[in-house]
Nanobody, 122 residues
Framework: QVQLVESGGGLVQAGGSLRLSCAAS????????MGWFRQGPGKEREFVAY???????YYSDSVKGRFTISRDNAKNTVYLQMNSLKPEDTAVYYC????????????????WGQGTQVTVSS
């Protein structure tokens, strides 16, 4: 059973930065597609970014240029560096893993973490 555990969330002022981490059990980070999603208050879960096992990355338009997804295969960990944060980035952020070349849909991903709260104050 794959387990994903997010950390690094918190309260930050607009314009600030946070780095989220997603630690995976087992060696799945190097062989799986890893994604980040978020769900804001009263909103549906939305795609943020993914990184494929081959290194390809993709970002939603709302975070492109501000967020960076990366991974450390040796540590079985995926990161989401978030810069220039805005109040609209406030959400619970979820890490997910999937097989092959995943996309932007939640159903593309098989395993999910429990989420970490990010709150951006204005």
């Amino acid at each position: 059973q794959v387990q994903l555990v997010e950390s690094g969330g918190g309260l930050v002022q607009a314009g600030g930065s946070l780095r989220l981490s997603c630690a995976a059990s087992g060696r799945i980070v190097s062989s799986s597609a890893m994604g980040w999603f978020r769900q804001g208050p009263g909103k549906e879960r939305e795609f943020v970014a993914y990184v494929w096992s081959g290194g390809d990355t993709y970002y939603s338009d709302s975070v492109k240029g501000r967020f960076t997804i990366s991974r450390d295969n040796a540590k079985n960990t995926v990161y989401l560096q978030m810069n220039s944060l805005k109040p609209e980035d406030t959400a619970v952020y979820y890490c997910a893993s999937g097989r092959g070349r995943t996309g932007v849909r939640a159903r593309d991903y098989e395993y999910w973490g429990q989420g970490t709260q990010v709150t951006v104050s204005s």
